[in-house]
Each structure stands twice: as structure tokens, then as C-alpha cells.
RNA sequence: GGAGAGGUGGCUGAGCGGUUGAAAGCGCCGGUCUCGAAAACCGGUUUGGCCGAAAGGUCAACGUGAGUUCAAAUCUCACCCUCUCCGCCA
């Protein structure tokens, strides 16, 4: 949520910066400007009339006290108690629309950030590594899947329906090795604390972080109570301190956290649909931090080094790309998108969205830190895949494909895997 | 799920429908004292909105939301949460 100080002191540049998004949300800034206008103008009223209230009924209070008669005033205050109950409907109803319309509202982008319609204009930052070579044509990951058999798409689909992934032998090891991979890496050497937590997750936590209210249709959400699944641990691990105060010498916070993924992807019907690329279930490992607004920029780029940390100790080629105006999410001022080879797609996928969201939702989720000088601020949230699971996946079975068919994994997993690297067919 | 108890400031814990934004204690911050510290003593110590250049003024908040009333932490209703017991269950 944007500051309605910062909109009501700067449309202009409020405006050409949610422009700059491509989304048509600047349309916004004067509707809000009136509504608050509004808003405040209502309030001096309504306040003004509260003041009245609240001195003529000590006096009442006075008057009755001493056995005299008070019925005058009551009557007239009376009078008053329902101009301020029609007053204060009318903020309510402000207020209202205010937030309703604010909450739909992006963030603005970081002024580093490079204007730009889409995926098309995001700039290549850096490449780490080189494209594997092959003496074979290397296959997709779904014919290595079901030739090794260690991913079972149909069996999956007869389970769920399409978009899951059922993994097996072998296969469901590597999924579980890679997870206490990443959680080892991001606690020992990184500094993050680990986190298990809740995979259902309440409205409030969702509006907290952004995904609701304008995103209601990319989740899965329960029918009998209020709870959705979550889409990415971002969710319950941001809002872990929502509603708290933070002290300054807490900060920066960092948690990494291993969880499902529940997504929809309504909207994305046609793409991507073979494999493991795009699915409505998927494992990932985030890393989450609650930063000192001072130095958010340098976690920022610090969350991506740790990101593009694991695809360096697995030999994985990628580069690193700055998502442009048009491209970015809507909570984040600046992302860092990191995209793995994936040899049998010929295509670099995305693995990892390192961003820094500013203030943008610890202002819905209200988290705050108390700073040196004693005053209340809002924290800068972060957070950053480390990574995505079932692309790593797909990287690491198409870069590591051998010509008989098998896989040889990076030695490094090899402990994760009850020491053995390979996977063939058997 | 059923029965009961309860939700007040960083914590413990008072609170009669009316000078209670809220006693008291603890904690914390500042000061006095001290070579220094402790103790003691003094002072301070929730958050947000609105008006204002500021000083300051004012409104709101005692789990959440409605309601009764001139006036609600205090009364009524609904919901949420915690605890105890029972049931069920990995």
C-alpha cells in the first residue's frame, strides 16, 4: 500500500511512476486525492462535534451529580450524537472506498529500475557460468522423468488433475535431498534462520503481503473456512511480525522457510504445459528479510548473491536479469529475477525473484521497528526465492543428463543423497 | 465439537456507566547522589487520525464488530482468540 501522505504531497510523480507500470493504475491518483480530500474534511466535522459531546456530557455528569436537572442539554446532545453517527457512516464509507482503491494499487518502482513494456525489456545483468555442451541431443526433462522412472506425470494427473507432479524412487529422494540442500546452505552460511510454517493462511496475512484483495483468482482457497493455500512461503513467513514493533537492534531479520506452493495460474491455460515448468503445486525454499529502510538495497543484492549462490555450488549455468517497470510484481519496487539453462528447453528459466518490496507491505501488515530516535517506522520486507524447486529440478536433470540415459548429479548433493549420485534407469 | 473461565498499556494487575488514556507494581529511559556501581529519591515512559508553520489543540483506541445511552474499559448481542474439563483424532 502506497503512503496516502506521499500520494497527497506528489501525484504528479505518484502518477508518472505507477505510469511507468504500463497498468493504467495512475488513473487512480485523483479519484484517491478527492476521496481523501473528502475523507479529512469529514473527520474535522465529525471531530468537532465529538469535542462538543464530550464537554457537555461532563457536564451533564456535573449537573446530575448535584441533583439538578440536565433534560435541556441531553435533549441537544442527543440531537448531536446522531449527526455525528451520520458523519462518521459517511467517513466509514470513505474510508472505504479509500482503502479498497488503495489496496489495488502497485508499488512504485525503485528510480534504478529501467523503464520497460515487458519481459522483452528487462536488462541481463550478469551470466555466471556457460551453456553445457553435448555430444547427444539432451531431452526434456519429461521423457528423462518417465524413461528414469522417477517423475509419474499421468499417475499424477489421475490424482490431482493436470499441472501436479508425482515424483518416485529416486526421483521423490532428489526432492526431498534438494530441499534440506537449500535450508542447509541459506541457515549455515547465509545467516537465515529456518522456518516451518503454516501452509493455510488467513485473508489478513494475504491482503499483508499483496496477494489479496487483487489476486483472489490466482489462488486456491478453501470453501468452508476463510483460508487459502499459500502461493509462496513469502505469505506466512512476512507476516510472521505483522502488527508488531520490531526494535532497531533486531534488524535486519532474516528467515528462509521451506514450503509447498499452491498456485492457480489462472490466466496461464496453454503455457508451458508439458513437464515441470509450470504447475499448480510446487516445492520451494524462500528467503525472507525484515530490513532497516537504510540499507534494504544492500540486502537486496546480498538475497540475490545467496540465491545465485545455489545454482554456482550445483555447476548450473544462468544469468541474472532486472526486471523492467512493466514486468515487475505488484508488492516490489526492485526484482532480480534469476534464470537457469534448462539444456532439453533450450531456455533459461526462472528459478529465483529476488525483491524489495520497501514499505510497500509491512504497511498493510503493519510492522514496524522503534528507531534510535524512539520513532516508529515502517520495515523494508524482502524476499527471494532460494530457489524454486521444480525448475531447479528440470536444470539439474537436463544439465546433468548422460549419453546412456542416466544423470549424474553435482558431488555436492551426493551426502543429500544417501551418497549416491547417480540416477539411472534400473 | 460440548461445558465453563477469561481477553485492559512492554509485563503483572486494578477498574463504581460520568474529570480513567486508564490505579498500583515490575521493567525501561533520563536525572540527583557516588570515584564508579547498587540502593534510595525525583521525573518520564501506548498508538494512530484530524487541524496547525510551530507551540499546541482535538478526536479515536481497553480482543473484533454492531447496539443501548447525553456519556461505555464498564451494559447488550455476534464473532475471534486463550485457558481448563469432556469428546474426537495424527
Redo the contacts with the bound molecule.
Keep these: 500500500m502506497l503512503d ?2 506521499l500520494i497527497r504531497d506528489n501525484p504528479d510523480a505518484v502518477r508518472q511512476r505507477l505510469a511507468d507500470r504500463g497498468r493504467g493504475d495512475e488513473a487512480a491518483v485523483d479519484k484517491i486525492a478527492a476521496l ?1 480530500q473528502e ?3 469529514l ?2 466535522e ?3 462535534r ?2 462538543l ?6 457536564e ?3 449537573l ?2 448535584k441533583g439538578q436537572d ?1 433534560s435541556g ?3 441537544e ?2 440531537k ?2 446522531d449527526e ?2 451520520a458523519a462518521d457512516q459517511r467517513v ?1 464509507q470513505v474510508d472505504e472506498q479509500l482503502r479498497a482503491i488503495l489496496l489495488g494499487i502497485p508499488n512504485l518502482p525503485h528510480p534504478s529500475v529501467p523503464a520497460g513494456k515487458d519481459a522483452a525489456d528487462n536488462p541481463e545483468v550478469r551470466q555466471w557460468g556457460q551453456k553445457p555442451e553435448f555430444a547427444f541431443n539432451p531431452k526434456p526433462h519429461w521423457e528423462m522423468g518417465e524413461a528414469l522412472d522417477i517423475l509419474d506425470f499421468p499417475r499424477a494427473t489421475k490424482i490431482s488433475g493436470s499441472g501436479f507432479i508425482l515424483y518416485k524412487g529416486a526421483g521423490a529422494r532428489l526432492e526431498r535431498g534438494l530441499i534440506s540442500f537449500l535450508l542447509d546452505l541459506h541457515t549455515r552460511e547465509h545467516g537465515f534462520t529456518e522456518i516451518s510454517p503454516p501452509f493455510l493462511i488467513n485473508r489478513d496475512a494475504m491482503i499483508g503481503t499483496g496477494q489479496l484483495p487483487k489476486f483472489e483468482e490466482d489462488m486456491y482457497r478453501l470453501r468452508d473456512d476463510e483460508l487459502y493455500l499459500a502461493p509462496t512461503a513469502e505469505v506466512p513467513v512476512s507476516n510472521i511480525h505483522r502488527n508488531e ?1 520490531l526494535r532497531h537492534d533486531q534488524l535486519p531479520i532474516y528467515y528462509c522457510a521451506y514450503t509447498p506452493c499452491f498456485r492457480r495460474e489462472a490466466g496461464a491455460a496453454g503455457k508451458d504445459t508439458r513437464g515441470m515448468i509450470r504447475v499448480h503445486q510446487f516445492d520451494k525454499v524462500e528467503m525472507v528479510k525484515f530490513a532497516h529502510p537504510e540499507t534494504s538495497y544492500d540486502e537486496l543484492e546480498k538475497m540475490t548473491a545467496n540465491a545465485e549462490r545455489v545454482l554456482q555450488l550445483l555447476g548450473l549455468h544462468y544469468r541474472v536479469v532486472l526486471l523492467c517497470t512493466g514486468d515487475m510484481g505488484f508488492a516490489s519496487a526492485k526484482t532480480y529475477d534469476i534464470e537457469v539453462w534448462a539444456p532439453g528447453q533450450n531456455a533459461y528459466l526462472e528459478v529465483s525473484s529476488c525483491s524489495n518490496c520497501e514499505d510497500f507491505q509491512s504497511r498493510r501488515a503493519n510492522i ?1 521497528f ?1 528507531d534510535k530516535d ?1 520513532k ?1 517506522r515502517f520495515v523494508h520486507l524482502l524476499n527471494g526465492s532460494g530457489t524454486a524447486l521444480a525448475r531447479l529440478y528440470v536444470a539439474l536433470l537436463e544439465t546433468y543428463q548422460q549419453a546412456d540415459g542416466s544423470v549424474l548429479l553435482p558431488e555436492i548433493l551426493a551426502p543429500y543423497l544417501g551418497g549416491e549420485r547417480a540416477i539411472r534407469h534400473r
Design positions: 496516502i501522505k481523501d475523507r479529512r474534511n473527520i474535522t465529525s471531530d468537532k465529538k469535542a459531546r464530550n464537554a457537555v456530557s461532563k451533564i455528569g456535573a446530575k451529580s440536565a442539554k441531553m435533549a446532545m442527543k448531536v450524537g455525528i453517527a466509514a514493533i514496524r522503534k524512539g516508529n
